[in-house]
């Protein structure tokens, strides 16, 4: 049952138990002893007895109020709400207004049923007392906002048709907290084992561990298997999320209170020893859990309890410092997080949409799925609910978004016959995140081919804003996922070595559907190297510069100012569309461009030569629009460090 719920439950109960016995509704004394008899098994949390005493005192006098009002506590407490309603409208049959916070109670008990119109009737009566304490009045109209909101959306339902990843994911038991790689090759989730097989209440004494499944060539999942040792401990392992490449997990350890730890993937395909994320991320007396890594892996979000926050569980995020380790968090603020609880952030693999569950913004009663989209680096757009049926007046929470944001994956008990189990549904456009693809591959040494764990950026051509911001592993592996509204630049450099350009603007020679595999090739800083600028872009037929270049131009203008000795040579290059001597005098304008451009920047022109060479040294064939985009390029040639 909801937090706010229970706590409305227990003001009612010690309003009914503290009335002094003159001001109780019978003046039988068979029927008073049985009642206060019931008080003291109800403190002692003797349910049984507490009942059957209640239910003789009310066969003494079918009238006594307080006796069905005690009653209606029992079995809220021992979780039977539809007979909890049942003896409060016994107790409002009798006199209406004896105990007006019994329709508050009765309304709240009918919105966690999901009956909202039947709610609304007794939380509108609830408000037209005058007298009733002000925190309360703020509670009832919270909750008929959540009324409201709920018709309204029982009115206008979103397209929703979940589908189970069957038998080789979902089994009897329960499944839950899914997570995903970006290539949508990998599947982790949280399976809720048995301690013992004799246990009847797997929630209180089942065991969490992690399973794993690998999709095949078909598009089908593989059986899931338990991940095993040293991540799967006989303690709780759960909330995991999965880095964009599949090959470092983030996940909920909870001891007392609960922390994040990390284990990364070997070589092999096994998972290394797990470890508490370094630095200044968990707290020591307040719980740190359900972490969800940024695409980039420089950003943590989680939800955690620790002071500063807005109330109950709110989302945080901890940014990864130069060492590696993560710094102190920082709240994602009011818009995002309320008086209630947040749980389960999942950033997207855009870096921009967030989704996650809460009971303190208004939607359909419970846990409720929203999604945010972020603004600046500090700030997020109003949570937008993401619908009935996707939610209901039941918890919702742990839901993902697959790299192309359109297929959601969630856990549900809809199948009551195979407990909560892992399923798929098309997320409708409105909700959906930018659609995403990836670039991975292996970034090398050009001269001997050794591996080179290179730092990464994506950026926003348009806006000069930088997206993304990782590096290569040890082993010079990267993946750099890439949203799908923008020209971006990708440039890859290490210490000693040429940058590497790419672009990409998953229209033509890249797509959200074919992602792109390159091994990168860096060269080593050396006196006859070339550097391929791919982010320099010209009016159509023109030499003049667009802004999007200014970019990768102002790379440039940096590389020169740190290295003061190096001398250039700009070179222009053209396809073969058009005439040989237009291509030629195209070639040298356009380097003539770049290269004062930079001398406009302070570079000193006797650094500078430029040249054009037409269409005499493509890098790829013509015959095709790719690769005519690749000969038409800016290159510069180091003539002298």
Request: aromatic content about 10%.
């Amino acid at each position: 049952m909801p937090k706010q719920i229970a706590s409305l439950l227990l003001l009612m109960l010690l309003s009914v138990i503290g009335q002094a016995q003159p001001k109780l509704s019978t003046k039988n004394k068979k029927a008073i002893a049985l009642y206060q008899s019931a008080i003291k098994a109800y403190d002692k949390y003797e349910y049984d007895t507490a009942e059957k005493e209640l239910e003789l005192a009310v066969d003494k006098d079918k009238s006594f109020i307080e006796a069905y009002l005690l009653m209606a506590q029992v079995y809220q407490e021992t979780r039977r709400y539809e007979q909890a309603i049942e003896v409060s409208e016994k107790a409002i049959a009798i006199n209406p207004d004896f105990f007006p916070n019994i329709y508050l109670n009765v309304g709240n008990l009918n919105l966690f049923l999901g009956r909202y119109q039947r709610a609304l009737e007794h939380l509108t009566r609830f408000i037209s007392y005058p007298n009733i304490r002000p925190n309360l009045r703020e509670k009832a109209n919270k909750s008929i906002a959540t009324c409201q909101f709920a018709v309204k959306a029982f009115e206008n339902p979103v397209p929703f048709n979940p589908i189970s990843l069957g038998s080789n994911v979902n089994t009897p038991l329960n499944e839950y907290w899914p997570s995903l790689s970006a290539d949508e090759n990998t599947l982790v989730i949280t399976v809720n084992l048995p301690k013992d097989s004799s246990a009847t209440d797997i929630y209180r004494y089942g065991q969490e561990d992690f399973f794993i499944s690998q999709r095949d060539t078909s598009g089908l999942w593989g059986i899931a298997r338990n991940i095993g040792a040293p991540i799967n401990t006989d303690s709780n392992e759960g909330a995991q999320s999965i880095a964009a490449g599949g090959n470092h997990m983030f996940y909920t350890v909870c001891r007392g209170v609960c922390n994040i730890y990390v284990a990364d993937r070997l070589p092999d395909g096994s998972w290394g020893n797990p470890r508490t994320v370094p630095g200044k991320l968990n707290a020591d007396r307040y719980s740190d859990k359900q972490p969800s890594i940024s695409p980039d892996g420089n950003h943590l979000y989680f939800v955690s309890t620790r002071p500063g926050g807005f109330g109950g569980y709110d989302i945080w995020r901890s940014a990864k410092q130069l060492d590696g380790s993560w710094g102190i968090p920082t709240n994602l603020g009011a818009t995002i997080n309320s008086s209630g609880d947040e749980q389960s952030p999942f950033i997207h693999f855009d870096n921009q949409t967030l989704y996650f569950a809460s009971n303190g913004h208004v939607g359909m009663g419970g846990l409720d799925l929203f999604v945010t989209r972020k603004q600046s680096d500090t700030t997020w757009s109003v949570p937008a609910n993401l619908g009935y049926p996707i939610n209901t007046y039941r918890d919702e929470d742990g839901l993902i978004v697959n790299a192309r944001g359109t297929t959601a994956y969630y856990s549900s008990d809809r199948n009551t016959d195979t407990g909560r189990d892992i399923y798929t549904f098309a997320l409708y456009p409105e909700v959906r995140p930018i659609p995403s693809s990836y670039i991975t591959g292996t970034i090398l040494d050009e001269s001997n081919g050794r591996a080179v764990p290179a730092n990464f950026q994506l950026i926003d051509l348009e806006r000069n804003e930088v997206i993304m911001h990782t590096n290569a592993d040890a082993r010079g592996e990267y993946m750099v996922c890439i949203p799908s509204n923008r020209n971006y630049g990708l440039f890859a450099s290490a210490e000693g070595y040429l940058y590497h350009s790419e672009n990409f603007s998953l229209q033509g020679v890249h797509s959200i559907d074919k992602p792109f595999r390159k091994n990168i090739y860096l060269k080593p800083f050396a006196v006859g190297q070339v550097l391929v600028m791919r982010n320099i872009f010209f009016q159509t037929d023109s030499y003049e510069l667009l802004s999007e270049s200014a970019v990768e131009l102002n790379r440039l203008v940096e590389l020169l100012r740190v290295n003061p000795l190096v001398r250039i040579e700009v070179g222009g290059h053209t396809d073969n569309v058009g005439s040989d001597s237009y291509n030629q005098q195209l070639s040298e304008k356009r380097a003539s461009s770049v290269a004062q451009y930079l001398i406009g920047k302070g570079i000193d022109v006797g650094r500078i030569t430029w040249k054009g060479y037409g269409e005499l040294q493509p890098m790829s064939s013509n015959e095709t629009e790719e690769g005519r985009a690749e000969n038409r390029r800016t290159e510069i040639l180091i003539v002298g460090i």
